[in-house]
């Protein structure tokens, strides 16, 4: 596995910062229908449930927008990945369609609130750290266009940001090409409904991209 830590800057503003890491062979496509069924059935039950001002109050989810107000940036103008995709399940009853890891990681993030990077293990360059980004630090995030990032926690390779919770690059996004797979769930609480999303996460991988070559970690 890419190795991966917490800064002690990032550490220091949220004691109880944790991250999930999988690491895996997948196999990419562009669709499974027995998965988007899943996923479309996901969406009724929370479409259901939940109204648009409660999203914010979820557990994984007012841990994380704490964690943002913490570092410095805005949780409600640079919205995480998780709210933000509850509140379209909750407003549109609908999400984007990508591929099947991508739509396996956002089937998890929208039942559990937690926020989650997904990379192409073989796009980061040397080991990753989780830390606060720093002013001029931009990248290009995934269907956001030039992202600023000061503030926000983001991990960095030797390269460079490459993710945050609000969104990940460009330059290490999962895409039909992707062999090796890196999925870090963000757990800001120290929430006890970690490890069964990473169950979640490791199963769907399995049944529906082929997953193999496991390496799981806990950073702490």
Known sequence: MKEISISPELREKVTGIRLSCIEC???VGEKNKILWEKIENKIIELSNLLEVENISKIEA???SRKAYKMCGKDPARYRLSAEALLRRVVKRKELYQVNNVVD???LVSI?????????DADKINGGAMFGIGKRDEPY???GRGELNIEFMPVFRDDTGAFGTPTSDSVRTSVSLNTKRF???????GASEKLEKATKMAVDL???FAGAARFEIKTIV
């Open 25 to 27: 062979d997948v196999q």
């Open 61 to 63: 989810i007012a841990d």
């Open 104 to 106: 396996l990681l956002n």
């Open 111 to 119: 039942s559990t609130g937690f926020s989650i990077g997904g990379y």
């Open 140 to 142: 290009e995030g995934i």
């Open 182 to 188: 890196l999925m870090i769930v963000i757990d800001y």
């Open 205 to 207: 991988l399995k049944t």
